[in-house]
């Protein structure tokens, strides 16, 4: 079998594979953020409390964090094409339970499905692309690939609370069994075999996890994600500080991280493959500093959105920055050192909120914001001088 890690590049773009693999990713994001649009309904029908739905989010992330590191472990030998269109097909039966489900713990056990299928296929995600495109494309594709989790991210939200109301959670939930169907045609045609990269296994993936500036890069990588979740997860309760912001700003200025954030992931691209070590620097920076602005800003709603616009521009070009770092640093154990990024993304996620939690409740919102923003810029200066060394 050719080993994808040592076969040349291939000499054009496959970018309708490549748009493929975004179209998954824009699924399966979608799918892991809408039970956050529809908790009270989700809460009433299956007899629960809002926050005990809620554990609905938790547990897909947690369930990512395992599977992200060890599927390409449990899955040495298979064609990654094959996989790919599995797991989609393992998010549909999950979201297809979902729709049908009679009570709260298969609600959960479903959503574990889910967890796994996004992760395993946000870990491939990087591998498979990079067999899709030359070398000097990579950033290009990653943006293509990342625009699905950013539209997801900004669109699942709103456009499920508002259909919620229309159809109800469980028609949400069917709709996107019927996104995840339509992928996994569209993946069937468009996407090539691609063997495994390098020697998938557990020995490898232990070698990958002792690689030094590996190891460091993914303490930096969290370091940020930690930093910009901490603070992100409160971004709603920041915003009560902010004087004269109505709910029509509100909406406005939560829009407009959004569109923010799909302007940093467009220009994230042309700078991966032209300026790595500038953009792995700049994301965190503007994520730290529109997060130390933001808490310093609050009684002025002029500098509130320029630093919200900053920020989400910077957390856009983030997912492409820090893709495009592990594939650069561990080309030869992409499979191993994806999964370990996604692993330490999911973890990060957790207790960046967590952290922020705590400070929220004791110290305050502002703590919140400061301490994320420092934690933002350390990791992006670590993770900078990696890159230099």
Known sequence: MTDTATAAPPVTADWRAVASIGLGIFTLVASEFLPASMLPRIAAD???????????????????????PTIAVLL????????LIGLMALAVVSNVLVALTPSYWLLLVSRLLLGAALAGFWAFSISVTSALVPADRLGRALTVV????????????????????VWGWRGVFALAAGAGLLTVLAQARWLPAVPPSGSPGLRTLAETLRRPVLFAGLIAIGLVAAGHFAAFTYLRTATALVQGLNAGLLAALLLLFGVANVVGNLAAGPLADRRL????????????????????????????????????????????AFQTWIARTEPDRLESAGGLMIATFQVAIAVGAFAGGLLVDGAGVRAALVTGGVAAVLGGLSLAALRRS
């Not at 947690?62 to 992200?68: R, T």
């Not at 040495?76 to 996989?83: G, K, L, S, T, Y």
């Not at 509130?304 to 997912?319: E, K, N, Y």
């Open 46 to 68: 299956l007899g629960v409390s809002e926050g005990t739905a809620g554990q609905a989010v938790t547990v897909t992330a947690l369930m990512g964090a395992i599977v992200a």
């Open 76 to 83: 040495p030998r298979q064609d990654r094409r094959v996989v």
């Open 146 to 165: 990342n625009l699905g989790s950013t539209v997801a991210a900004v669109a699942a939200v709103p456009l499920g609370a508002y259909l919620g109301e």
């Open 277 to 320: 070590p500038l953009l792995v620097l700049g994301a965190p920076l503007l994520i730290g500093g529109a997060t130390l602005a933001f808490a310093a800003a609050v009684d002025t709603t002029a500098l509130v959105f320029v630093a919200v616009a900053v920020w989400g521009i910077g957390f856009g070009a983030v997912p492409t």
